[in-house]
């Protein structure tokens, strides 16, 4: 426990609701994309990355992590910042380009749910290994705020997709902030 003193109820349980606001950004983010509606998806994946940022911090902070925290978190983080932007991206930029579009949405996923998994069953110490899945998310709903204001031809968009997705998946080590 924390410095003798017994962790609340209510504390205890902060940073899976946390999560679970970034679940429920991720999610929305989708339904509004699928309803053209592009410019809030990017915000809610944005706000998203906000939520995910402090539950970690916060679990820490009071000592309440667990591995249902560190699941629910991962699985959190697919929704919000794999499907939810490739989806919006997809929506907004890929669907002229009919199986390509859908391949490299695919491939985006996958690398992001490999490098979840792989984080998730090796001991790091202050370092990610391959660029984390929230951080490739967060670039795309980016590019999707800037798409909504400017052309960026769908090529260029399916070279970053899969520079983000290789991104994910190489063994490069990023510092952890």
Known sequence: MNKGWKISFPVSILPNALTFCNVAFGIIA??????????????LIIAGAIFDRFDGKVARKYEVTNELGKQLDSLADIITFGVA???TIYMLSFSQLQ????????????CGVYRLARFNIHCYDNVFIGMPITVAGFLLAILV?????????????????????YSMVRKRQFKKV
């Open 85 to 87: 932007p490739v989806i």
């Open 30 to 43: 989708i339904i509004f994309a699928a309803n053209n509606l592009y410019t809030p998806a990017g915000l």
């Open 99 to 110: 199986v390509l579009g859908i391949i490299l949405a695919v491939v985006f996923v996958i």
């Open 145 to 165: 705020l800037y798409q909504t204001k400017f052309f960026v031809h769908p090529f260029i968009n399916a070279i970053g997709i899969l520079f983000l997705s």
